[in-house]
């Protein structure tokens, strides 16, 4: 299916760009993989655009302190700020509605099988005047290289590698292939169908969804414990 994000949170994410030229992306997303398309999701391009294509209505941003993005505390600077087109935020086990969810603007405990530690998700309003709402956002407030930690755990908080999958080659694969137990030549940095094999035998036996020889922040999280 044809689908685009929308446009207002490519804005927001142009903004965390230019803000935050170092950060890491590694845990980036907006459409999601096949577990958010067996479920309800906005990271599923479910809202249907008078001119198309679909939009998808979530963003993904990775938590990175060590280059000043501390995605915990940005979620709290979006709470506060409170902008009208938010739907949602999810951060570090907590959930916070906008302004037309239950209790608006306060976190409450987030029991999702992601806890959201490794990055922000923010969903904006499926109508089109909030989604395709390309004004500024206030970032006053965001974190900054020399801002307080808001958790304890991003002190020493370290990204997980970046998402792989058949066909991605460099020294992440090669990461990977010994992480899973590869030896000698099955080390060569070209996630093939033996690397494959293997990341669905891993996701299988610690009952990881979905089992699809992707990478993700779960499978990696899972493999480096």
């Known amino acids: 299916m044809d689908w685009r994000l929308a446009r207002g949170l490519e804005k927001l994410r142009t903004q965390v760009n230019a803000a935050y030229p170092k950060r890491s992306k590694s845990s980036d997303g907006s459409i999601g993989d096949a577990n958010h398309a067996s479920r309800s999701s906005d990271h599923n391009p479910w809202v249907t655009d008078p001119s198309g294509p679909n939009v998808v209505t979530a963003i993904d ?5 060590a280059h000043g993005f ?21 951060s570090n086990r ?15 405990r987030y029991t999702g099988s992601n806890p959201h530690d490794h990055h922000c998700h923010i969903s904006i309003l499926p109508d089109k005047k909030s ?5 500024a956002w206030s970032l006053v407030g ?12 991003a002190d020493t908080f370290t990204p997980l590698p970046r ?9 992440a694969v090669k990461k990977l292939q010994q992480a899973l137990g590869l030896t000698g030549a099955s080390v060569d ?3 093939g169908a033996e690397t494959e094999a293997k990341v669905v035998a891993f996701q299988l036996a610690k009952g990881l969804k979905p089992q699809d020889g992707i990478v993700g922040p779960q499978t990696w999280k899972a493999l480096l414990a």
């Not at 989604?131 to 004004?135: E, M, P």
């Open 163 to 171: 998402t792989l999958r058949r066909g991605n080659t460099g020294d």
């Open 70 to 90: 501390d995605s915990y505390a940005f979620a709290e600077m979006l709470r506060q700020n409170r902008d009208p087109r938010i739907k949602y935020i999810i």
């Open 131 to 135: 989604y395709d709402d390309t004004s």
């Open 94 to 108: 907590k959930i916070c509605s906008g302004k037309n969810g239950p209790s608006p603007w306060t976190w409450r």
């Open 61 to 65: 941003i990775t938590h990175d302190p």
């Open 142 to 153: 965001a974190p900054t290289a020399d801002s307080p930690s808001t958790d304890a755990a």
């Open 189 to 191: 940095g070209k996630f």
